[in-house]
């Protein structure tokens, strides 16, 4: 005897969550990787650091839920482009502080433009109201105030 399966993959919010931002972010994504070379997480460590300034990598894991070796590897490559640099605290020689260098602030004011952009353009295509409860519902779900 064969039970039926009712369980709808396509209805499952983490798996609908998941699907929609990557179908959301392919062509903002691509934009990145053909102007600068990066993958998804040298932009995030690369807008971190444009959006709050001088930070450590553990700050950044903290903010953007990203795990400490994927930082790591991120702030490698961003410093080896020139984009960032590292300067260790004096007191505590195992903590780093990175800041964007001019190149990095070049490529952040650009990029963020484009995100502007691309965002409104996403969010055009459904109503204000809709998006207003759609950012305020994923804050929640994302555990953002």
Not at 21 to 27: D, K, V
Not at 74 to 94: C, G, Q, S
Not at 129 to 142: C, N, S, T, V
């Amino acid at each position: 005897m064969t039970q039926k399966d009712d369980f709808k993959l396509q209805d499952f919010l983490p798996y609908l969550l998941n699907q929609a931002a990557e179908e959301s972010g392919l062509a903002f994504q691509q934009i990145y990787k053909d102007r600068y070379g990066m993958l998804r997480t040298e932009w995030r460590v690369l807008f971190h650091l444009g959006m709050y300034g001088r930070m450590s990598a553990k700050d950044i894991g903290e903010r953007s839920k990203m795990h400490k070796t994927k930082i790591s590897r991120a702030v490698a490559k961003l410093e080896a482009r020139r984009m960032l640099t590292r300067e260790r605290d004096a007191a505590d020689r195992r903590l780093e502080y990175l800041t964007l260098t001019q190149a990095g602030k070049a490529a952040y004011i650009d990029l963020r433009g484009v995100a502007k952009a691309y965002d409104t353009g996403l969010a055009g295509q459904f109503s204000q109201e809709d998006i207003d409860k759609l950012r305020l519902m994923l804050r929640h779900l994302a555990g953002m105030k």
